[in-house]
């Protein structure tokens, strides 16, 4: 059992490339979402999605594009990067539409740096 | 706009000493996670407490949650230097189409021999 499942784990971009984080879960979740990290911080919310063909937004989702067309993959694209988005990201899933009081399993992380 | 506050935000122990972690959060929710980070690493699940008034024990760490304070504890017993990592606490709040976490921004403990 894989678990969640993040590739790369690191990735240098110059600023205006652009780039997918893959993630994948092999535990048949529903929710899944992407969090970036920054220094001294806590995760926030980038987009999530509750079943295939659903994303929505979170709490900093400008710079990002998501899309669920399977259960178990959900990667995120950055469209034209900047040093901004210099952070790690993690991706997270669930049962349910959330956590409601279900495990939340994080992948592994992937450490991005824009130049 | 909902804020979640740890305290304190660093805390160096020493190793047999005991000591609480405090989560005040300002938007309703009944039920809360609690993660540990170890540097470079992912997050692991330590409690998800899922009503007011649960206490959640493993090991030397404990966790509790007053909904109705919007506080949630995380109190640690007879500190080893293996607990040494940062904690974060997330209560999940309605936004949007599901319940999304959202974290405090961690309380990095050090535990000295």
């Known amino acids: 059992n894989a678990g969640v499942t993040q590739t790369p784990k690191f990735q240098v971009l110059k600023t205006g490339q652009s780039m997918t984080l893959q993630c994948a879960q092999d535990m048949n979740h529903e929710y899944m979402s992407w969090y970036r990290q920054d220094p001294g911080m806590g995760l926030r919310l980038i987009h999530y999605s509750v079943g295939a063909g659903i994303t929505d937004q979170g709490e900093v989702p400008n710079g990002y594009n998501v899309s669920r067309s399977t259960t178990e993959d959900f990667p995120l694209r950055l469209l034209s990067a900047a040093p901004s988005q210099t952070s790690v990201y993690f991706c997270?899933?669930?049962?349910?539409?959330?956590?409601?009081?279900?495990?939340?399993?994080f992948g592994e992380g992937s450490w991005l740096t824009v130049v | 706009e909902l804020k979640v506050e740890q305290n304190p935000l660093f805390l160096s122990m020493q190793e047999g000493k005991n000591y609480t972690i405090y989560c005040n959060y300002s938007t309703t929710s009944d039920r809360l996670y609690w993660y540990r980070q170890d540097p470079g690493k992912s997050l692991e699940s330590l409690f998800v407490?899922?009503?007011?008034?649960a206490v959640k024990q493993e090991g030397r760490l404990m966790a509790s949650l007053d909904t109705k304070a919007r506080l949630s504890t995380l109190h640690i017993t007879a500190a080893v230097h293996d607990l040494s990592a940062t904690y974060f606490c997330a209560p999940p709040v309605s936004s949007g189409s599901a319940r999304q976490l959202t974290f405090g921004s961690g309380t990095q403990l050090t535990v000295l021999p």
């Open positions: 997270a899933s669930s049962y349910g539409i959330g956590p409601t009081g279900n495990t939340i399993y």
């Open positions: 407490l899922l009503s007011n008034g």
